[in-house]
């Protein structure tokens, strides 16, 4: 490279990270300019270049990519360096940073830094030089100020480096290096970061306060990755901000266990700012979380508690660094994290124990009273009584402090009395703040966090925390009622102003209530040790209000014929009380409904048991009527939602939910099938009944409506039980495809026929999802074969370019010819199979010919405007192909175009689409490479019947398609070049007209096979490692098909290498090729697979690029 060259690749780097054009030079775009620049990515002969841009270059840009390419170029051509050249980049690396470092731009250094790293990982044990990194770094901490935040970067960038693994090295190449540096170097690391703090806390390092700062950001972060280290191999879950126990080494307890290793963070958090004060609190949360045998015995580990509990109740007294809201939050993980790492026993054996109860509790009240700033950091304060109290059990009362569960008694009441009166509150002033106020009820995420922590809280002291429940409920229910008698048939927005503000007040006010019953009610244990406590008579007594509640609402909504509606609000947390209370009180249906049993001809009386008497109790205490009543109570409020919320999507969505899980328990579905709103659903399922059924944005729910009546329908006795029997049940649908049958081509495409189409279509999805066996299934068919089957391809020839219509219609088929649990099963002499695999060949031709001459969308979604339509249509055929219902020799037999038009029109729309499209949309690409296996698999002589040019076309695809990302569409690639090369294997050299065929092909291109081989080991060797299970399946069959093309790979491979790599090479080549024999039987490939893997792995340790 020269000083013109050097100035080009400025000049595109500029394009590329301004977007602006190059001065003086041509105009390129930013795409051109780094499609130029990732060449200097292409090759280890471009690593001169990098480092002359490195040496020579001004510009901090041309400096990035410099640094970029190389860790690129280090990461994927490491073989290709000897031991030396290694030492050598490094060096020069570090050199370059220690020469030029404090000068550069931040994201260029830290682009130097993560090259040094990945070095010094890759070269861990190649020479002792790479594990020396931390010391060669200290030198940096011992220079300048500059230097020295040089040196943390470094040392922060090395820690994650070797804590997280690398793509393209296995996951056991990975474990040995981490567990070498943990054991070598991290606790070195780790004292570095907290000798830098105390350097800075006692000001021995001079620094200007940016600094300052910057250091002490950079020493913080560094002590959080050492702590957070993965010691033994977890491999936590980064995305939970849960913290699990900290596995630090033996070698580290002189330190974690020193009183002034806490004192130093705790100092830097009371007397610094965010970030780094939060980033200080962090350490001591992941301090506090050390694993136990740490300790050498338990009076060590209680003083360490002592002194963290006496720095939280410092804290607390002086409210320290609690105004900013990441601190406050820090501090709150901190409250959590302490009970679940250390047991209550110890806790209340600390000096102090009731001191630290008492500003606890004082905290918690204080945050849940300031609701508005602390919305994400209650559920940990909760989290932290939940686990107290959950813990008392378990723990002797006379043990440690005296009084100790009198106090935590009386102080999770105050929580909780605080908690209610908090929310409640809050309602008001939300709705006084005209919007400049967030809506905790609105923030589902943490909504549910805290419903999850409350139940275990309040049954601690349940009678005392009904009551409070209680009497918050009871005088609002009665105002409600009041405005209710008030405001009768008319809606809410209608009333007088001040009045509407007060209902609004009231149903949040009863959101909230209703939320926090249902937590309570689902969190009842059935468990031996907690039933028999009456604590069902308190649920009974928080049900009857909900219930009542709900009874209420209902009777508005059916007077004023849904004009009388409360907040959607309500509504949703209604729902979450009856998921509690059906997941809690309705699974023991059956047994108590039969008391008694049968024995000989004599009834005999069984007793009872607890479970039942508690059940039994339960309901009558609520006073509400038996279980039936209750459930019909429910059921009802589900019709009324349906009925009467038809535009409120959130609304019938989980209303739906409620239904399906309701139908699908075991007790829960045969008690539905008692209830009278049960029967009315089954025989009234249509939009005139249900408007929400006719709203375009619903159209999916009317699948899951309609599966869950026809599960309910066909299980047991269910037609007998529901008064209906499946033909009733689905005379509205008939009758309307009758309707719509007798339509002539222009009414059919008329905007009067779309939506009873596409609700047509969606119902009889929703049927053909519950029909789980042959009967069924049967039952359906027969209605629709052959009266209704041609409304089907006239649907798709008329509306193929309507997504909505189209996919509506395509879903059902798809699920209607979809073979599952062997259902599509006819009798033998049945020509049932033949017919239905015509009428799904009539709509994929109808849909695939119109499709195919359509004018392609210039604008707008084009997966959704045609490439959806595409893929449901291959995955019908995919499913028909599949099915095992139909014998397709016969189509041939007596000349039925059937099968030949759905492979032609089939393979149309496969190849017709850009192969770069079908990559880019998974559910595209899974269609379209499913179809090729199974043509491949099962119709391999159509298949070699197409033209070469066809041929050749679908054999590019199944090579691109090998090399994706995506395990299952590479998965299928290879096999389809396995049932390919398998066929040719079996099969040349005999007079068949398929063989001839695939002979002419490969004629016409005779690197077939030799293309493929290379593709599938070069994937074998240097691919991702989710491919290698998938790529290894053909390798045997092609290897037999084609053993030139495998010598031809094997040569050229050994021609890249050097002397030395060739022996090693082709040793591990004859290895591979011992003990395998020349046939594809099962047990020959698993021992060729087994083989494959032990070459991948022994020559990966040595081969070059």
């Known amino acids: 490279m020269d000083d013109t060259q050097l100035a080009q690749v400025e000049s595109l780097c500029e394009t590329l990270y301004t977007g602006l054009p190059s001065s003086g030079g041509e105009k390129i775009s930013r795409e051109e300019a780094q499609s130029r620049l990732l060449s200097l990515q292409s090759s280890a002969s471009f690593i001169p270049q990098c480092q002359y841009i490195l040496d020579r270059s001004q510009s901090q840009y041309a400096l990035l990519v410099a640094s970029n390419s190389l860790t690129e170029l280090i990461s994927s051509h490491w073989n290709n360096f000897t031991i030396a050249q290694r030492i050598d980049i490094r060096n020069y690396v570090l050199g370059y940073l220690a020469n030029n470092g404090p000068t550069l731009q931040d994201f260029v250094t830290l682009s130097l830094i993560k090259l040094v790293c990945r070095i010094t990982k890759l070269g861990w044990f190649d020479d002792s030089t790479h594990r020396e990194l931390t010391d060669d770094v200290t030198k940096f901490l011992q220079a300048t100020v500059d230097h020295c935040i040089l040196g943390l970067k470094i040392l922060n960038q090395l820690v994650d480096e070797l804590n997280i693994p690398t793509t393209g090295r296995t996951l056991t190449q990975h474990r040995k290096t981490s567990v070498s540096f943990r054991d070598l170097c991290l606790f070195k690391v780790f004292q570095l970061g907290l000798t830098t703090l105390k350097q800075l806390q006692t000001r021995a390092i001079t620094a200007d306060h940016r600094q300052e700062v910057i250091l002490g950001e950079q020493a913080l972060s560094l002590t959080v990755r050492c702590l957070n280290f993965d010691f033994i191999g977890t491999n936590p879950d980064e995305s939970t901000e849960d913290v699990g126990t900290i596995q630090a080494p033996t070698n580290w307890r002189p330190v974690l266990q020193d009183p002034g290793t806490t004192e130093l963070l705790l100092d830097f958090y009371a007397n610094t700012e965010p970030p780094r004060s939060n980033k200080a609190m962090e350490a001591v949360i992941l301090i506090c979380s050390v694993r136990r045998s740490l300790f050498p015995s338990d009076k060590e580990r209680e003083a360490f508690l002592g002194r963290i509990m006496a720095g939280i109740r410092e804290l607390l007294k002086n409210q320290t660094g609690l105004q900013h809201q990441d601190n406050y939050h820090q501090f709150c993980r901190l409250l959590g994290r302490l009970k679940a790492n250390y047991q209550l026993s110890e806790l209340v054996k600390t000096e102090g124990y009731l001191d630290w109860l008492d500003l606890a509790a004082s905290f918690t009240t204080q945050s849940i009273r300031n609701w508005q700033y602390s919305t994400n950091s209650i559920h940990y304060l909760l989290a932290l009584w939940g686990r107290l109290v959950a813990a008392v059990p378990y723990v002797r009362p006379d043990s440690g402090a005296k009084g100790h569960v009198q106090a935590l008694e009386n102080h999770v009441l105050n929580v909780i009395e605080c908690y209610v009166e908090s929310m409640l509150g809050s309602v008001e002033t939300v709705l006084r703040s005209d919007g400049a106020l967030e809506d905790p009820l609105e923030d589902d995420g943490s909504l549910m966090e805290q419903m999850d922590r409350l139940p275990t809280i309040c049954r601690f002291q349940y009678n005392s925390v009904a009551t409070i429940i209680l009497a918050k409920f009871d005088p609002l229910m009665e105002k409600y009622r009041e405005l209710m008698s008030h405001l009768m048939t008319s809606s809410t927005e209608s009333a007088p102003p001040n009045v509407a503000q007060q209902v609004n007040i009231l149903e949040g ?497 005779p690197d077939l096979f030799s293309s493929l081989t290379a593709t599938l080991f070069n994937l074998l060797l240097f691919g991702p490692p989710q491919n290698h299970w998938a790529v290894m399946r053909p390798m045997l069959s092609l290897m037999l098909a084609s053993e030139s093309s495998f010598t031809a790979y094997k040569d050229h491979l050994m021609s890249t290498q050097d002397s030395t790599n060739q022996a090693l090479l082709n040793e591990s080549f004859n290895k591979l090729l011992s003990d395998v024999n020349r046939s594809l039987e099962s047990s020959n490939r698993d021992r060729f697979t087994q083989k494959l893997t032990a070459f991948r792995v022994s020559t990966r340790g040595f081969l070059t690029l």
């Open 509 to 1005: 006010q009863l959101t909230w209530l209703t939320y926090v019953c249902g937590a309570i009610v689902g969190g009842h244990s059935w468990s031996s040790s907690r039933i028999g406590n009456g604590e069902e008579t308190l649920d009974a007594s928080l049900s009857k209000r909900v219930l009542q509640l709900a009874q209420g609402m209902d009777f508005r909504l059916t007077n004023s014929n849904g004009v009388g509606k409360a907040d959607v609000k309500l509504e949703m947390a209604m729902l979450y009380y009856f998921q509690n209370f059906r997941r809690v009180y309705m699974f023991m249906w059956e047994s108590s409904n039969s008391d008694s049993m049968s024995m000989g001809g004599m009834k005999l009386e069984s007793v009872p048991s607890t479970k039942q008497k508690v059940y039994q109790n339960m309901f009558e205490n609520m006073g509400l009527g038996n279980h039936t009543v209750v459930a019909n109570l429910i059921v009802t409020k589900i019709g009324k939602n349906l009925k009467f919320w038809p535009d409120e999507h959130e609304i019938v969505s989980k209303t739906l939910d409620l239904l399906t899980d309701m139908a699908g328990g075991y007790s829960s579905s045969k008690l539905l099938l008692t209830l009278d709103t049960v029967k009315y659903l089954a025989s009234h399922h249509t939009h005139e009944e249900f408007p929400f059924l006719n709203v375009l944005s619903n159209a999916r729910k009317r699948t899951t409506f309609h599966a869950i009546l026809v599960r309910l329908l066909l299980s047991p006795n269910g037609q007998e039980k529901l008064g209906v029997t499946f033909d009733q049940f689905m005379e509205p649908i008939i009758e309307t495809m009758s309707q719509l049958g007798a339509l002539d081509a222009t009414q059919l495409r008329s905007e009067a026929a779309r939506m009873p189409l596409i609700g047509v279509f969606r119902d009889l999805r929703g049927v053909t999802m519950s029909l789980h066996n042959r009967r069924s299934y049967g039952m359906l068919f027969d209605m629709l074969e052959p009266r209704h089957m041609p409304l089907l391809s006239r649907v798709a020839d008329s509306w193929f370019d309507q997504p909505d219509v189209m996919i509506s219609l395509l879903r059902f088929v798809q699920e209607f010819c979809h073979n599952k649990a062997n259902r599509v099963n006819f009798d033998q002499s049945s020509p049932n199979g033949i017919l239905l695999f015509r009428a799904t060949s009539d709509v994929v031709c109808a849909f695939g010919r119109r499709a195919l001459n359509a004018t392609a969308p210039t604008s707008g979604d084009i997966y959704k405007s045609k490439y959806k339509g595409m893929s449901l249509a291959l995955s019908i055929i995919n499913s028909a192909l599949g099915g095992n219902y139909v014998c397709f020799g016969v189509f041939a037999l007596y000349n039925d175009p059937a099968l030949e038009n759905a492979l032609d029109i089939s393979l149309k729309m496969a190849l017709g689409i850009p192969l770069e499209h079908v990559v880019a949309y998974p559910k595209l690409s899974s269609s379209v490479f499913g179809f090729i296996e199974i043509i491949f698999r099962n119709h391999i002589k159509t298949t070699l019947a197409l033209d070469t040019s066809v041929f050749m076309q679908l054999m590019n695809a199944v090579h691109e398609g090998l090399q994706s990302s995506d395990a299952q569409i590479s998965s299928m690639c290879a096999n389809s070049i396995d049932h390919l090369a398998t066929f040719y294997y079996e099969n040349s050299g005999k007079d068949k007209p398929e063989v001839h065929n695939f002979n002419n092909h490969l004629a016409a291109q």
